[in-house]
């Protein structure tokens, strides 16, 4: 995409062989929000097959990415790396980068 830096609409046409993204407005599904914690402005979630996939990205929080990635190719990163692990069966998958608090994120 050549006008956006990392917007999930952009990103959608690097990652369309393997992940489809959805937009979800969080005051449509209320009950949504309540099993999967959805307070932020912007969340990002994985599911395969109709199973939530969580990832270890060090923050502690396995369920969710709920910060601004600044890189468009580290986001893509890590949906493939969650596809291959989904596809292999895995239920948490490792992030090919460590998020914890010494990093900026």
């Not at 990392?6 to 690097?14: E, I, Q």
């Not at 369309?16 to 979800?24: D, E, G, S």
């Not at 599911?47 to 369920?63: A, E, Q, V």
């Not at 468009?72 to 998958?93: H, N, P, S, W």
């Amino acid at each position: 995409c050549f006008k956006c830096d990392c917007s999930l609409f952009c990103l959608n046409f690097k990652v369309k062989n393997f992940a489809v993204i959805y937009l979800v407005d969080i005051t449509e599904v209320p009950d949504f929000n309540k099993m999967y914690e959805l307070y932020d402005p912007c969340t990002v979630m994985f599911f395969f097959r109709n199973k939530h996939i969580m990832i270890d990205l060090g923050t502690g929080n396995n369920n969710k990415i709920n910060w601004a990635m600044e890189d468009k190719q580290e986001m893509i990163d890590i949906v493939e790396t969650v596809y291959r692990g989904a596809r292999k069966g895995r239920g948490l998958v490792v992030s090919p980068k460590d998020y914890s608090t010494k990093y900026r994120y």
